[in-house]
DNA sequence: CTCCTTAGTTACAATTTTGTACCTATGTTT
DNA sequence: AAACATAGGTACAAAATTGTAACTAAGGAG
């Protein structure tokens, strides 16, 4: 909280500072896709602990980039979006993503040649 | 080091791997625009310091993604650059800039209404 | 009356990232 | 002979991030 404009040295490193982090990305990612309840966020995104699923949450929200939903209802039921703000993220969810799954590509590529030449 | 494809949960994940943390990111945006020297790097990135910006070339190295070249002289010359392959990280790096470069404008501006609203 | 559900919170611990301060090499300049 | 320049390396410390485990709320099902 508390972001300042002289915290910056460039831009890149602004946006870095919004989207970084372990997690942010990967739900920004899954927002892209419409509504999802928190449970749901949970299974798409394997690794991810309640605890840091929430953290990541609200600061996302509190940047206004995710709208938080919550229904009175019990069980709890609580969705999250992205804001008209947080969608202006796209460009950068899709580029990463895009290198991202060549990236994997090339990973799961020469982890076949490693186990092949392994087996001599 | 060792990175796996079975570490990630998805593409975004995956490339946020690479280039997250606060400065690889940076170098990359210096680099778009050509080859930049070590001092030259520091210079341009108010806050780093030597052994932080040391580590990220060495890891944006290692990856392939920046081409280490050194010159037989004294003092020292180290000239950094993107490879082929670093080249296409740009959509990610050029979204990132754009991106951040409102998001700090929006920033500055309420910077100013915070002052103004203060001086009553 | 107890358990189940979802969406959390909290205290604490471990891990990762980042920073500080000092050390190195060596040809050139003063 | 001492100082300067550049591009580092290294040990250690501090700070930030992330993880673990236990606890909570409240209505419905058995």
Not at 98 to 108: A, C, F, P
Request: aromatic share 8%.
């Amino acid at each position: 909280m508390g972001k300042c404009v002289s915290d910056y040295g460039c831009s890149v490193e602004a946006a870095l500072d919004v989207i970084g982090g372990k997690w942010k990305g990967v739900v920004l990612y899954h927002l892209l896709e419409g509504k999802r309840r928190f449970g749901e966020l949970q299974r798409l995104m394997p690794g991810v602990t309640r605890r840091m699923l929430t953290l990541s949450l609200r600061e996302l929200e509190e940047e206004g980039i995710v709208h938080r939903e919550v229904y009175k209802q019990v069980p709890p039921k609580v969705e999250y979006s992205l804001t008209e703000y947080g969608r202006t993220l796209e460009p950068i969810i899709l580029s990463l993503r895009t290198w991202g799954e060549i990236y994997m590509q090339k990973l799961k590529r020469s982890e076949e040649n490693a186990l092949a030449a392994q087996a001599k």
